[in-house]
C-alpha cells in the first residue's frame, strides 16, 4: 500500500520553462515533505522541505507547494536548466525518522 | 568533508548465499537508515539506529534480514539465504540528531545487489 504516489514516470521540459513535478500522499498523518534529486549512480540529495502548518517554501528557483486538504505536494523548478534534469522524489513523514518515498518522477530538461 | 560511504558498490550472489553490506556514516552523525530500492520505485524504509540502538526495524521484509551498529558509527546489513527478489539498490543515510526536528538525510550511493 503506496503511501506517497508519484503517477508520472518522466517529464520532459524546454529549458527555461516551469518544471512542474506533482505528488499525491494519502495518510494525513504526515507532517513534513521533502524533495530529493538524484543522479545516476548516487544516493538522492535534499532539494527542499515544507512542514504540514505552511503551504509554500521557497528557496531560489525551487519552490515546494502544499495542499493538504487535497493531499497533494508539487515542486516548482523556474527557470528550468538541463543540469536539472534527474530523478526527482517527493517523500512524506510522521516522525522524522521514517520516511515514506514515491516511486520518483525523471525529469529531462531539453537545451 | 567526506560523506557516507558504502561497500561493496556491487555484489552478485548466488541464490542462498548469505551478503553482508557495509555503511560508513558521516562522522558524528547519530542517527543512520538502511533503505532498499527496487528497480524503478522509491527508496523503502528497512530500518533506523539511533547511535548503536535499533529503534525501529519495521522495515526489514524478513527475518533473514539483519542490521547492526555495535559501536553507534559504522552499520552492516546482512541478509540471509538471498532471494532473487531481494535483488536492489540497498542505501544507507545519515544524519545529525537535534531532538524531534528534521535533520537532513545525507544517503551513500547504495549497493546494488544482483541475486542470481
Known amino acids: 500500500d503506496q503511501q506517497v504516489k508519484q503517477n508520472s514516470p518522466s517529464l520532459s521540459v524546454q529549458e527555461g520553462r516551469i518544471s512542474i513535478l506533482n505528488c499525491d500522499y494519502t495518510?494525513?498523518?504526515?507532517?513534513?515533505f521533502l524533495w530529493y534529486k538524484k543522479y545516476p549512480a548516487e544516493g538522492p540529495t535534499f532539494l527542499i522541505s515544507?512542514?504540514?502548518?505552511?503551504d509554500k517554501n521557497e528557496d531560489g528557483r525551487f519552490t515546494v507547494f502544499l495542499n493538504k486538504s487535497a493531499k497533494h505536494l508539487s515542486l516548482h523548478i523556474v527557470p528550468s536548466q538541463p543540469g536539472d534534469s534527474a530523478v526527482y522524489f517527493c517523500a512524506a513523514s510522521v516522525d522524522f525518522n521514517k520516511f515514506y518515498f514515491g516511486s520518483g518522477t525523471k525529469l529531462n530538461v531539453k537545451p | 568533508g567526506a560523506g557516507v560511504s558504502q561497500s561493496p558498490r556491487y555484489k552478485v550472489a548466488k541464490r542462498g548465499q548469505d551478503v553482508a553490506l557495509r555503511c560508513d556514516p558521516i562522522s558524528g552523525h547519530v542517527s543512520l537508515f538502511w533503505y532498499q530500492q527496487a528497480l524503478g520505485q522509491g527508496p523503502e524504509f528497512l530500518t533506523y539506529f539511533q547511535n548503536e540502538a535499533q529503534l525501529d526495524k519495521s522495515g526489514l521484509p524478513s527475518d533473514r534480514f539483519f542490521a547492526e551498529r555495535p559501536e553507534g558509527s559504522v552499520s552492516t546489513l546482512k541478509i540471509q539465504r538471498t532471494q532473487q527478489e531481494d535483488s536492489a539498490v540497498y542505501l544507507c543515510a545519515s544524519s545529525h540528531f537535534r531532538g524531534r526536528a528534521y535533520n537532513e538525510q545525507f544517503f551513500g550511493p547504495g549497493t546494488r545487489l544482483t541475486v542470481l
Open positions: 495518510n494525513s498523518m504526515f507532517d513534513y
Open positions: 515544507i512542514s504540514s502548518i505552511k
